[in-house]
């Protein structure tokens, strides 16, 4: 008995790997790019888009002598104009301000009126701030941000527990700098650095962490030692996603329970597998918003981030067994018809 081939076993094989490398390049070649924000970048030295702004002129009362570093003040008596050094910590930058939140507010909206006054009054420096509640609470407006279960989240975090009313929303929400970023999430790199700044702004910062305790402010660096690649988790990893309280709350998208020490993120396989918690924190905003936009090739595997352990997809694995089976009968028939030959 004579066996004639008629195809090649090694073409199958050739056709399934082209196949697969195909696929591969299709879903790569649809990849979302992380592109830079279109919003006026934090350093926009282009001063022009203020004019476009409501109280931009009005501002100015305040901003001729707390927009740069330094003012002047005339001495009625003699007349003579003095230059004076404006103290960094109340310089309010206005490119920062005027892509804020709450850019379109006077400064007298959240400060009391009496400031117009200069020197200020003394009593001043004890007014009482609005909270954010105080305007947010209870509007269908900003419904989306569930600002009750953050504020529920927040009195429970370690910083609330120990050092009481003085920490409040604002120390981490600055009332001049604030912009959402987690939310549109155009550049999630963008997104780490500024959330990452903002527990430094205390935590790197001696002078400000100990506004609040007398406690040593820990170093950070050698804190975090056992993490290999410091730097590169740094930059790529929020601190949130290691020191809350995963939100129970499904509908914050930002956790804002901070735990004591103890309870955070150790264990590495908790980002490096498959239901990594970045997917749920970090990566949540975009795996929602991708996966109802584009289907699962994008929502599920190729995305920017690659982290290892945590982009496996169950296609894909199966796709490289189904070649791995095909190469390895390849050989055998191979074998088994040289045999017989
Ligand atoms: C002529 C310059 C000048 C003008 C105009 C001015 N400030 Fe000030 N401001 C200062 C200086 C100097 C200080 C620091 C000394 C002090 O606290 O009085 C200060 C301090 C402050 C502080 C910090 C108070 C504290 O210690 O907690 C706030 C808040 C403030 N100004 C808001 C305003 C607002 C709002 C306006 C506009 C309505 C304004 N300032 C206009 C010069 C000015
Ligand atoms: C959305 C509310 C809001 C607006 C608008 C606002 N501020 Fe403030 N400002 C705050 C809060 C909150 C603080 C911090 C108070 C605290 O922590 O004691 C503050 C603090 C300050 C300080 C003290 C330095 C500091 O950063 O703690 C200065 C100076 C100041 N503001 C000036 C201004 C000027 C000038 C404007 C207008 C360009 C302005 N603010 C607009 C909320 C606001
Ligand atoms: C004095 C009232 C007031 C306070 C206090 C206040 N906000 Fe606002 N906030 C507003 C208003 C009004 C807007 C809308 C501004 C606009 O549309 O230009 C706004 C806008 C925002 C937005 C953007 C909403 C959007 O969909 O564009 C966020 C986020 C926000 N605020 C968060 C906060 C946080 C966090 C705090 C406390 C740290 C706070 N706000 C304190 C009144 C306030
Ligand atoms: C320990 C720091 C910290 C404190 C305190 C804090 N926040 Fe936040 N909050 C953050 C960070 C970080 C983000 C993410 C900012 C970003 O990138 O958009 C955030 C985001 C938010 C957002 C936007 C969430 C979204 O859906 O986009 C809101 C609203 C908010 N916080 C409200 C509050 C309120 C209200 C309080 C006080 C009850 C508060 N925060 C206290 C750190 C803090
Ligand atoms: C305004 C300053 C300030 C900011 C902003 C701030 N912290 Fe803190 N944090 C403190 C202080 C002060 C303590 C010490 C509290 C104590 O032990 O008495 C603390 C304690 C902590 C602890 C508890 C450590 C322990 O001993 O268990 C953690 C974790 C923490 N912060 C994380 C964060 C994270 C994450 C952010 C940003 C989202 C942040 N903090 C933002 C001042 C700050
Ligand atoms: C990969 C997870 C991870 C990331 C990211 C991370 N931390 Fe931590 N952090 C931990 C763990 C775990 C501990 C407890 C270490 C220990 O006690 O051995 C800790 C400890 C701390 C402490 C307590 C130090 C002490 O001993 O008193 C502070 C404060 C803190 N981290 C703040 C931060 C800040 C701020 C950032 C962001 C710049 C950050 N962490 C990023 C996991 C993380
Ligand atoms: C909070 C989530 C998180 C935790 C916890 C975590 N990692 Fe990572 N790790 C990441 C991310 C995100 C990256 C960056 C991936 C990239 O951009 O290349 C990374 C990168 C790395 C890299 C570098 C890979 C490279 O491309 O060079 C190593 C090695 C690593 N992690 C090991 C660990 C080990 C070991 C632990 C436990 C001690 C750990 N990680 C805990 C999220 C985490």
């Known amino acids: 008995m004579k066996i004639k081939l008629k195809v090649n076993p090694f073409l199958i094989i050739l056709i399934i790997i082209l196949c697969s490398a195909i696929i591969f390049i299709l879903a790569k070649s649809t990849n979302v790019k992380v592109t830079e924000s279109v919003a006026p970048s934090r350093e ?14 009005e501002n100015e009362t305040c901003l001729k002598c707390h ?88 009195n429970g975090s370690v910083h609330v527990k120990r050092l009481g009313g003085n920490f409040t929303c604002w120390k981490c929400h600055n009332g001049h700098f604030y912009k959402i970023t987690a939310r549109p999430s155009e550049n999630i790199k ?13 935590h790197a910062d001696s002078l400000n962490y100990q506004l609040l305790t007398d406690k040593e402010n820990p170093n950070l660096i050698t804190k975090h030692d056992w993490l290999p690649n410091q730097k590169l988790h740094f930059i790529s990893v929020r601190c949130i996603e290691c020191h809350t309280k995963k939100s129970t709350k499904d509908s914050t998208l930002v956790a804002h329970e901070i735990l004591p020490k103890q309870q955070a993120v150790k264990k590495c396989q908790e980002c490096h597998s498959t239901n990594s918690i970045l997917l749920a924190t970090l990566y949540r905003y975009e795996v929602k918003e991708i996966r109802s936009t584009r289907g699962f090739i994008k929502g599920s595997i190729v995305n920017d981030k690659y982290v290892i352990g945590a982009n496996r997809n169950y296609y894909l694995n199966v796709l490289s067994i189904i070649i791995v089976i095909s190469v390895v009968i390849g050989i055998l028939v191979h074998a088994f018809l040289r045999m017989i030959k």
């Open 44 to 57: 926009n030295k282009d001063t022009s888009f203020y004019s476009t702004i409501k109280h931009a002129a």
């Open 67 to 154: 927009g740069q570093s330094k003012f002047y003040v005339e001495n009625k008596e003699s007349g003579k104009t003095m230059t004076k050094k404006m103290y960094s910590e109340l310089i309010i930058r206005r490119d920062l301000f005027y892509v804020s939140n709450h850019r379109e507010f006077k400064c007298i909206d959240c400060h009391s009126e009496d400031y117009m006054t200069f020197p200020h009054a003394g009593n001043l420096m004890m007014q009482a701030m609005p909270n954010c509640l105080d305007c947010h609470g209870g509007d269908p407006k900003y419904a989306k941000y569930h600002f009750e279960n953050i504020e529920a989240e927040f």
């Open 190 to 202: 963008h997104t780490i650095s500024y959330d990452n700044a903002i527990c430094l702004n205390c």
